[in-house]
């Protein structure tokens, strides 16, 4: 039912007024036609509607629905239907007992596809091996992608299938071709010789992911890395009315795997869809030592600085033709070379034109050189919390000492006074519940200090990824004409630990339609 009058709880309205985070207490918030339509005392609203379904509260939170601004919607999908999840395991033996077990349910010649191991996680601290995959998968092409997506393993059918020899040489990319190891855009030559995933494919996977993500309050989310068959399945997905909740895309540019580039998509605005935004990977990932960096990375040999994915005067063209035809910009970018290069072709894309507001996806180094310029320029900041949970190990083992406290410090980000959207980067990580990725962003900084307060942390989670989409008119607050997208918490939020997600509407409705 989308006619409702909530009451009865700790309402709660996340704002950021004259550089100050807060929390606004709302004794009631009345919702019609799957929009707010007034908010303030119980006694005034009863009068606005006095047939109108009651729903108190039972003392429970009521907040805007969680906006996760940078997840990978389908990916997470594939993982709770068919991909083989490896994340969590404990050591290689563990891994390969599992792509055993899952060849031997697959027909000769049948590709075998998982992800998630994490190399710093393993008892072994090594990656594994094109003979051990060959071993235990001599029928199958074996393509095992690494939780951060940016690393991945093959065995000798792949990399056959895949036409990769030890000569194959990738732009943005490296390959280690005795290990059977593939970095960034080498991982393009694999897909391509796995083939598309069908329409339906990707249909099953968006809707699984989007249900998961629905089910963790999560109302409004960002799928930063969408290429033509993937927007299709979204736009067909739409027009039946099957989205569980809205979507925002980054449409990709330039695909993994060669020089080829995607034109500037269609646009599109529905309530439930919206790609007005193209993507850009400015270099790899910090929790396996490949976002490029100037100082070279801890425990590695040959010393490593990893990998810079675009010449600077093709990004800049690149983007600069989405510039202009007023898309607006998010790009991957982690280690300091990266935002460097960025930041500089963000500045002469302003110089050149007035524009939408870009993005920095992760901006998991930025030094004050880079809080500063982000802030001149008014890019937004979309980094992930959850990152310090789960990925503490890696950073621990690869991250130079001296930039090891400004490693996602989030607290340094809002300080700057930049608008910061938080985000989970799901299936990176395995835990993307924000609740997880509060506690996170409270209580588990990489250094002491580096700690946000609970009021920063909700307005990220709600109306920094509404901003981030370019569409605050519309969600990420409980404010009269958006759309009555909210999260029902259990528990204190005082102590963390104790909420949990009791319902979640959208539009004012708890299933999906």
Same mark, same amino acid.
């Given at each position: 039912?989308?006619?409702?009058?909530?009451?009865?709880?700790?309402?709660?309205?996340?704002?950021?007024?004259?550089?100050?985070?807060?929390?606004?207490?709302?004794?009631?918030?009345?919702?019609?036609?799957?929009?707010?339509?007034?908010?303030?005392?119980?006694?005034?609203?009863?009068?606005?509607?006095?047939?109108?379904?009651?729903?108190?509260?039972?003392?429970?939170?009521?907040?805007?629905?969680?906006?996760?601004?940078?997840?990978?919607?389908?990916?997470?999908?594939?993982?709770?239907?068919?991909?083989?999840?490896?994340?969590?395991?404990?050591?290689?033996?563990?891994?390969?007992?599992?792509?055993?077990?899952?060849?031997?349910?697959?027909?000769?010649?049948?590709?075998?596809?998982?992800?998630?191991?994490?190399?710093?996680?393993?008892?072994?601290?090594?990656?594994?091996?094109?003979?051990?995959?060959?071993?235990?998968?001599?029928?199958?092409?074996?393509?095992?992608?690494?939780?951060?997506?940016?690393?991945?393993?093959?065995?000798?059918?792949?990399?056959?299938?895949?036409?990769?020899?030890?000569?194959?040489?990738?732009?943005?990319?490296?390959?280690?071709?005795?290990?059977?190891?593939?970095?960034?855009?080498?991982?393009?030559?694999?897909?391509?010789?796995?083939?598309?995933?069908?329409?339906?494919?990707?249909?099953?996977?968006?809707?699984?992911?989007?249900?998961?993500?629905?089910?963790?309050?999560?109302? %409004?989310?960002?799928?930063?890395?969408?290429?033509?068959?993937?927007?299709?399945?979204?736009?067909?997905?739409?027009?039946?009315?099957?989205?569980?909740?809205?979507?925002?895309?980054?449409?990709?540019?330039?695909?993994?795997?060669?020089?080829?580039?995607?034109?500037?998509?269609?646009?599109?605005?529905?309530?439930?869809?919206?790609?007005?935004?193209?993507?850009?990977?400015?270099?790899?990932?910090?929790?396996?030592?490949?976002?490029?960096?100037?100082?070279?990375?801890?425990?590695?040999?040959?010393?490593?600085?990893?990998?810079?994915?675009?010449?600077?005067?093709?990004?800049?063209?690149?983007?600069?033709?989405?510039?202009?035809?007023?898309?607006?910009?998010?790009?991957?970018?982690?280690?300091?070379?990266?935002?460097?290069?960025?930041?500089?072709?963000?500045?002469?894309?302003?110089?050149?034109?007035?524009?939408?507001?870009?993005?920095?996806?992760?901006?998991?180094?930025?030094?004050?050189?880079?809080?500063?310029?982000?802030?001149?320029?008014?890019?937004?900041?979309?980094?992930?919390?959850?990152?310090?949970?789960?990925?503490?190990?890696?950073?621990?083992?690869?991250?130079?000492?001296?930039?090891?406290?400004?490693?996602?410090?989030?607290?340094?980000?809002?300080?700057?006074?930049?608008?910061?959207?938080? %985000?989970?980067?799901?299936?990176?990580?395995?835990?993307?519940?924000?609740?997880?990725?509060?506690?996170?962003?409270?209580?588990?900084?990489?250094?002491?200090?580096?700690?946000?307060?609970?009021?920063?942390?909700?307005?990220?989670?709600?109306?920094?990824?509404?901003?981030?989409?370019?569409?605050?008119?519309?969600?990420? %607050?409980?404010?009269?004409?958006?759309?009555?997208?909210?999260?029902?918490?259990?528990?204190?939020?005082?102590?963390?630990?104790?909420?949990?997600?009791?319902?979640?509407?959208?539009?004012?409705?708890?299933?999906?339609?």
């Amino acid at each position: 039912m989308s006619h409702l009058l909530l009451y009865g709880g700790a309402i709660l309205n996340p704002y950021l007024r004259n550089g100050v985070y807060g929390l606004e207490p709302l004794e009631a918030l009345l919702v019609r036609n799957g929009r707010i339509a007034a908010t303030g005392r119980l006694a005034d609203l009863e009068n606005l509607a006095p047939s109108v379904q009651k729903v108190h509260l039972e003392g429970r939170i009521l907040l805007p629905g969680f906006n996760d601004a940078h997840v990978h919607i389908w990916k997470v999908g594939q993982l709770r239907t068919t991909l083989l999840d490896l994340r969590g395991v404990q050591s290689l033996g563990e891994m390969y007992q599992k792509v055993e077990e899952r060849a031997k349910a697959l027909k000769p010649g049948e590709w075998l596809w998982g992800r998630g191991w994490n190399e710093a996680l393993l008892a072994e601290k090594a990656m594994p091996s094109k003979a051990a995959l060959d071993k235990l998968a001599p029928q199958n092409p074996v393509l095992l992608t690494r939780t951060c997506a940016h690393i991945h393993a093959v065995n000798s059918r792949a990399m056959q299938l895949a036409g990769i020899t030890p000569e194959t040489h990738v732009p943005g990319g490296e390959i280690n071709y005795e290990q059977g190891i593939l970095y960034e855009t080498a991982y393009g030559l694999v897909f391509k010789a796995m083939g598309e995933p069908t329409q339906a494919q990707y249909e099953q996977w968006v809707k699984a992911g989007c249900e998961y993500l629905r089910s963790l309050g999560i109302t %409004s989310a960002t799928d930063p890395a969408v290429d033509p068959p993937l927007y299709a399945a979204y736009r067909a997905l739409d027009a039946r009315g099957e989205l569980p909740i809205r979507v925002n895309l980054l449409y990709i540019r330039r695909p993994d795997g060669g020089t080829e580039t995607f034109p500037l998509p269609e646009k599109h605005l529905s309530d439930k869809l919206r790609c007005d935004s193209v993507k850009f990977f400015a270099d790899g990932g910090l929790s396996g030592a490949t976002a490029a960096i100037s100082r070279p990375y801890k425990t590695l040999e040959p010393p490593n600085y990893g990998i810079l994915r675009f010449e600077e005067e093709e990004l800049y063209t690149l983007a600069l033709e989405a510039h202009q035809a007023g898309f607006r910009i998010g790009t991957h970018a982690i280690g300091d070379r990266a935002l460097d290069q960025v930041l500089r072709v963000y500045e002469r894309l302003y110089q050149t034109a007035p524009g939408p507001r870009h993005r920095l996806e992760h901006f998991g180094l930025a030094g004050p050189e880079h809080l500063a310029k982000a802030r001149q320029l008014g890019i937004i900041a979309v980094p992930q919390p959850v990152f310090l949970h789960e990925l503490r190990t890696n950073y621990q083992r690869y991250v130079p000492e001296e930039w090891f406290c400004r490693c996602f410090n989030l607290r340094a980000m809002l300080e700057a006074g930049l608008t910061v959207a938080f %985000s989970s980067d799901g299936p990176v990580v395995r835990q993307i519940d924000p609740l997880i990725g509060l506690r996170a962003a409270l209580q588990e900084p990489l250094c002491a200090g580096n700690e946000v307060r609970l009021e920063q942390a909700l307005w990220a989670y709600t109306l920094g990824g509404a901003v981030a989409q370019g569409d605050e008119g519309n969600r990420g %607050s409980l404010e009269p004409g958006k759309w009555a997208d909210l999260v029902i918490l259990e528990g204190d939020l005082r102590e963390i630990e104790s909420l949990s997600v009791r319902q979640t509407l959208v539009g004012g409705r708890e299933k999906a339609g």
